[in-house]
């Protein structure tokens, strides 16, 4: 991309900055709330997004594949104080350093949208001086699959969304490091080679995440989890541009038919006025 920043230096190792997003776990079947408003959030365990863990998985793959490539991975969340849960968690499976943006929103029913996440990533990006942003696809609440490449054009970074596949290229002294990435589409496979820094999105096929150990849960209290508000960033307020008006079960599904043969189903369809 002729067109890269240069006020990020390109050279070095990886500075993986990956941002994950607290959510209710994926095992849970979500109920609606009294008020027809949102998501009920009480009494209900809530995870780290399942495609940021595969984010993280990734990141720390490739410190462990490549000796010396990886400076620092960096997980960040924007959401509640609880979403310290998640954080503590990043730093067990091996995160270097964590960072919660804490905003006043109750997560789930009032989220902070793509665009405000992504403002709030960039100035991280920005004072870490990160070089690669390894972000899920989408988090499996709201479904937006928009936060990546918001990034993408907020620092006119190149992306490659959808992830099965990274690899590095290295350059001797790490100076010229090129990033491959696969995605899967439809009847094979699209291979995107760019130089850092870059953004990428992660699908379900990249890893299967570990599990953090006891042990690693125990240590991982000693590991730095800064708080900031986002006035500390410079942004004075978040503004989402979407508001809820109603959340509603969809219709439950009547009961099928079932027919003998092909003659009794073309009958039955007459019958329905469907041919
Ligand atoms: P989305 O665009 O909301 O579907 O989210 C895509 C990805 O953006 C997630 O997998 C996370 O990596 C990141 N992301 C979205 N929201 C947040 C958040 N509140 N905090 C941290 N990362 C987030």
């Avoid at 403002?119 to 870490?128: G, Y």
């Avoid at 596949?165 to 009847?187: A, Y």
């Avoid at 991982?220 to 410079?234: F, I, S, V, W, Y």
Wanted: charged share 30%; proline share 5%.
């Amino acid at each position: 991309n002729p067109t890269q920043p240069n006020h990020i230096k390109m050279s070095s190792k990886l500075r993986i900055l990956v941002p994950v997003k607290r959510v209710i776990d994926f095992a849970i079947k979500p109920r609606i709330n009294k008020t027809g408003t949102g998501i009920e959030t009480k009494g209900v365990k809530f995870s780290i997004n399942p495609f940021c863990d595969i984010a993280l998985e990734e990141s720390l793959r490739l410190r462990e594949n490549n000796k010396d490539l990886v400076e620092n991975i960096h997980a960040v969340s924007i959401g509640p104080l609880k979403s310290q849960d998640i954080l503590r968690t990043a730093l067990a499976k091996g995160a270097d350093n964590s960072t919660l943006i804490e905003t006043s929103n109750d997560s789930v029913n009032n989220d902070v949208e793509p665009l405000q996440v992504a403002k709030l990533i960039k100035k991280i990006v920005e004072k870490d001086n990160s070089n690669l942003v390894i972000l899920g696809k989408q988090s499996i609440d709201d479904d937006f699959n928009q936060t990546g490449q918001i990034l993408a054009g907020l620092l006119n970074w190149p992306q490659a969304t959808n992830a099965s596949k990274i690899e590095i290229e290295i350059d001797n002294d790490n100076e010229n490091n090129q990033v491959l990435v696969t995605r899967e589409i439809d009847g094979g496979e699209d291979i995107l080679k760019s130089k850092l820094p870059m953004i990428i999105t992660t699908d379900l096929r990249l890893n299967e995440p570990r599990y953090a150990s006891l042990q690693n849960i125990m240590k991982a209290k000693k590991k730095p989890l800064t708080k900031l508000k986002p006035q500390d960033l410079g942004i004075d307020k978040i503004e989402n541009k979407l508001e809820i008006l109603k959340i509603e079960e969809p219709p439950i599904r009547q009961a099928g038919v079932k027919v003998d043969n092909v003659d009794q189903l073309i009958e039955k369809l007459k019958e329905l006025k469907a041919i």
